[in-house]
């Protein structure tokens, strides 16, 4: 390939780096299989058409969909029409008035459907259905992390050859971060009877694969890291404008009665935050404290702090990358879980809260906080409080990035520190005591 033959201009260059920056940000090196995966499959042919069930797999080891949940979109490519939903509805009807006798559910070219609520009548159920659109991650709950509906499509051809496979999918969950590819025709589902026996396989499938760019979903970081140690005094806090710096008139300053606020607990479907005024301007703030220095063993505290006036993190993720996490001994209040994207490297883990206990993370207050300790085993060829050592490499708050702080900010150790303090103090307590009694 001639290289010269290409434009060397500045704006072919930015564009090119757009372009291959924007792929690279989709694949998340912790996460490489992580997607969400949407199954059709015709279950049955009709007179102008065919029944089909879709099934919606987060196959994302730490992302879910939170509330108001997913919205799922996409382009006929024909004249197709939904003639009855079960487990989800559209949110258009459309223009209908061709229709006399039989009035379909949608009759849009480009029907945008969303999950039923919970509590729906059984008759527009099926299973995996009506839980709001929330999904939960694979990592957490694999049960969970699945969504299904039923569509009766007419006016679509009623064979394998006949039939047109919808086309530009979009998927928000909630906000938007998702690329969808084309549908993509794959070998029928196959199913066993309850009793193992018999082999069933559906009419027709096809498949759909989202894939979530943080680019894409947020100009700036949604969460910020701080820092603190027993070792030094300084506190590192988050950057300034880690999230973005905002106008003071879009955030609700700390002191203010925030009861005034018109509709603040109502999330929006975007889930855009009402955050309080802050210097780092974050929803989230993940504070990192290396707390006590043992013979053998090293603890350190994370605390979880929403500065998000209008919206409770439901089964939130924590994901951390540090060395040392390959030889955790304790967790304290949070689950946890390690990922294993690569044989080579056991240095990420992910964090979640115990349901029913801390698996909801309340909007900013007085509760809107959570906090969990670690015990780590030391490894005598790596450990070192030397360098920011102790710190994570990276963090991440429901699967996406927080902004760490600067390398020279991190807290440093000074050079008096002795690195075995309760060992080298429980000596020397010791040998007192040995004193004492050999004095009595």
């Known amino acids: 390939m001639d290289l010269d033959r290409f434009p060397s201009s500045p704006f072919f260059s930015a564009v090119f780096f757009i372009l291959i920056f924007s792929h690279a940000e989709a694949y998340d090196y912790l996460d490489p299989n992580g997607n969400i995966t949407l199954k059709w499959d015709v279950i049955s042919w009709t007179p102008d058409g065919y029944v089909a069930v879709v099934t919606m797999n987060n196959f994302q080891m730490y992302r879910q969909i939170m509330s108001p949940g997913w919205t799922l979109g996409w382009t006929w490519a024909k004249k197709e029409v939904i003639w009855s939903m079960v487990g989800a509805q559209a949110t258009d009807q459309g223009d209908c008035s061709k ?18 609520l919970p509590g729906v009548p059984y008759n527009q159920q099926i299973a995996n259905c009506c839980k709001g659109g929330v999904v939960s991650s694979w990592g957490q709950d694999p049960s969970a992390a699945v969504s299904s509906f039923q569509l009766s499509v007419g006016r679509s051809g009623a064979t394998n050859k006949t039939v047109r496979l919808p086309k530009n999918f979009t998927l928000l969950g909630p906000g938007l971060g998702y690329t969808c590819s084309p549908a993509k025709i794959v070998p029928p589902t196959i199913f066993l009877t309850p009793d193992g026996r018999r082999k069933t396989q559906v009419m027709m ?22 820092m603190s140690s027993f070792y030094n005094s300084t506190i590192t806090p988050c950057r300034t404008c880690a ?5 003071n008139r879009t955030c609700v300053p700390s002191d203010s009665k925030i009861q005034s606020v018109v509709g603040l607990n109502k999330p929006t479907k975007d889930n855009t935050p009402l955050v309080q005024c802050t210097k780092h301007n974050c929803p989230i703030r993940v504070h990192w404290h290396v707390k ?14 929403n ?6 993190y439901t089964q939130w993720t924590l994901v951390a990358q540090h060395p040392n996490l390959n030889n955790i001994t304790q967790v304290f209040s949070f689950a946890y879980k390690p990922l294993l994207p690569y044989i080579s490297a056991n240095d990420s883990g992910m964090f979640y809260g115990t349901k029913f206990f801390n698996d909801i993370l309340m909007e900013a207050g007085p509760d809107g906080n959570i906090q969990t300790e670690l015990i780590l085993k030391k490894d005598k060829n790596t450990f070192t409080f030397d360098k920011g050592w102790a710190f994570p490499r990276k963090v991440y708050f429901n699967g996406d990035e927080c902004m760490m702080p600067l390398p020279e900010d991190y807290p440093y150790l000074p050079n008096s520190a002795p690195e075995n303090v309760i060992g080298l103090s429980f000596l020397i307590s010791a040998f007192l005591l040995l004193e004492l009694l050999a004095f009595w």
């Open 99 to 116: 229709f006399r006798m039989n009035v379909p559910h949608c009759c849009k070219k480009n029907p945008t459907v969303v999950d039923m």
């Open 205 to 226: 499938t096809w498949n759909v694969t989202c894939t979530y760019s943080l680019m894409l979903a947020s100009r700036n970081p949604t969460c910020c890291v701080s």
């Open 243 to 247: 999230c973005g710096c905002q106008n």
């Open 292 to 305: 006590l220095n043992y013979k053998e063993y090293w603890r350190v505290k994370i605390s979880i702090t």
């Open 307 to 312: 500065f998000n006036y209008r919206l409770n």
